[in-house]
């Protein structure tokens, strides 16, 4: 799950960032918005409850929507879930992925003194056994807010999981 953080957060971070940075500041006077949709090939080792492992392949939708704002900020929200994303464990147990994730964040503008806030409003991953095996379900939450001198102000962080029969 960690790696797949790290790809939406990395591509949705540069998403703004260049739409925004290309920008001249005389584009700044109104909105402009920009949408991407793309659905990428995904290959993933886990460890299921009892232990074993479970490589699973399948699609990941993805979906980030940057709008930048008449006072130069920047508003990003990025959405991905598992499309058809199963495999089968090392006993032969079939397991299907399913998750979602809603990541947003705004900046008040970009140059020195620019309060940046990211929010992951939630994240949920569930590896379903499609046999006797627990399924393992996880959820985390998680909110950042830095002020103008680039100080963590804020900084929650929630995280469940846990095997369920």
Request: net charge negative; with cysteine; aromatic share 6%.
């Amino acid at each position: 799950m960690s790696f797949r953080r790290a790809v939406v957060g990395f591509a949705a971070t540069f998403a703004t960032l260049l739409a925004v940075s290309v920008a001249p500041v005389s584009a700044w006077a109104q909105a402009t918005t920009s949408t991407r949709n793309e659905t990428i090939p995904l290959s993933n080792h886990l460890i299921s409850c009892s232990g074993e492992a479970v490589v699973v392949e399948g699609d990941l939708h993805l979906v980030f929507h940057a709008t930048s704002d008449a006072s130069g900020g920047a508003h990003l929200i990025a959405h991905d879930n598992f499309q058809g994303v199963g495999g089968e464990s090392s006993s032969g147990v079939r397991y299907r992925e399913v998750g979602a994730a809603l990541d947003d964040g705004y900046t008040t503008h970009f140059g020195p003194r620019a309060a940046y806030q990211e929010t992951e409003a939630e994240r949920t991953n569930h590896l379903i056994s499609q046999g006797q095996t627990d399924n393992s379900h996880g959820h985390v939450l998680q909110h950042q807010t830095y002020n103008s001198n680039e100080e963590l102000t804020a900084n929650v962080r929630q995280h469940d999981s846990r095997c369920v029969g």
